[in-house]
């Protein structure tokens, strides 16, 4: 369980670690390296996951940092 997801200035919100999910097909995956970047500006084409997009669309969003309580 992650403890901790930035949102980068500008960018998407990171989490640090894996994950395992389901994806639109019923099929389970697991992300690739340390950390999962998720779309916040919405114009990614591989939602939930960032693709860069939010460059082409010159997205501004603030940096925040969530930590969850266990």
Do not use: V, W
Request: include cysteine; charged fraction near 25%; proline fraction near 6%.
């Amino acid at each position: 369980m992650a403890s901790k997801i930035r949102a980068r200035e500008n960018g998407p919100y990171l989490i640090e670690g894996s994950a395992t999910y389901t994806d639109a097909d019923g099929n389970e995956q697991t992300t690739p390296g340390t950390t999962i970047a998720l779309c916040r500006c919405g114009a990614s084409a591989n939602k939930p996951f960032c693709d860069g997009s939010h460059r082409a669309i010159d997205f501004k969003g603030a940096p925040i940092e969530l930590h969850l309580n266990d």
